[in-house]
């Protein structure tokens, strides 16, 4: 069945260090694919998504290309900021905008000290 | 954004109890809600899936007489845990969606239970 696996935490990194969370997925068909950060004592939000292969979503100066050769949607950041802590999700639905199938990674939590 | 709240954050039960947990989207009518459970370490679990007015959809393996569900407005969506046990533990989040601008999922800040 459709799946996502990405990479496990925790992750420390010093600020202005890049970043890079890695997310593979298993689906049959043309899933979108998502990644949500949910801030300490906060409902997940969403990041960015990406709708069809080799799009790029973007938000923050986060960014993830869907990669259908590989079935991976990688999450990137130049240079990281403190108020960047927290955890991130990598999810995939066959709907983009329904949900009704989501699946989600285990979480990645992300520590960025000063 | 939208602003999706759970109520309480946190709960503590004895095993035997019964626990609702309240999903309620504050600035948005939402047609649609869903519930997750996610364990330790592990992915957010689609448990079941809620249009107001009519009864929950649940997923496979989800018992729907344990896991109550109501969506009795377009704002409120409720989850009743019936004679918790431990096993039962986990933390529970809710998520909802509305129409047009709202079409999409947004969650709320979740649910510890923990059952004694």
């Known amino acids: 069945g459709d799946s996502v696996t990405q990479m496990e935490g925790p992750v420390t990194l010093s600020e202005e260090a890049f970043l890079t969370i890695n997310c593979t997925y298993t689906?049959?068909?043309?899933?979108?694919l998502f990644w949500y950060v949910q801030y300490p004592g906060e409902g997940l939000q969403l990041l960015l998504k990406a709708t069809k292969a080799d799009d790029k979503g973007s938000n923050k100066g986060f960014e993830a290309t869907y990669r259908k050769e590989t079935t991976s949607f990688h999450l990137e950041k130049g240079s990281v900021q403190v108020s960047d802590s927290a955890v991130y999700f990598c999810a995939l639905s066959r709907n983009a905008n329904t949900g009704n199938q989501f699946y989600f990674g285990t979480g990645t939590s992300l520590t960025v000290i000063p | 954004g939208a602003v999706v709240s759970q109520h309480p954050s946190r709960v503590i039960c004895k095993s035997g109890t019964s626990v609702k947990i309240e999903c309620r989207s504050l600035d948005f009518q939402a047609t649609t809600m869903f519930w997750y459970r996610q364990f330790p370490k592990q992915s957010l679990m689609l448990m079941a899936t809620?249009?107001?007015?009519?009864?929950?959809?649940?997923e496979q393996g989800v018992e729907k007489d344990k896991f109550l569900i109501n969506h009795a407005s377009l704002t409120l969506s409720t989850l009743t845990v019936t004679s918790a046990h431990p096993e039962d533990s986990s933390f529970y989040i809710c998520s909802a969606r509305g129409q047009g601008s709202y079409n999409e999922q947004f969650f709320g800040p979740g649910t510890r239970l923990t059952v004694l």
């Open positions: 809620s249009n107001e007015g009519s009864k929950a959809t649940y």
């Open positions: 689906a049959t068909g043309y899933p979108s």
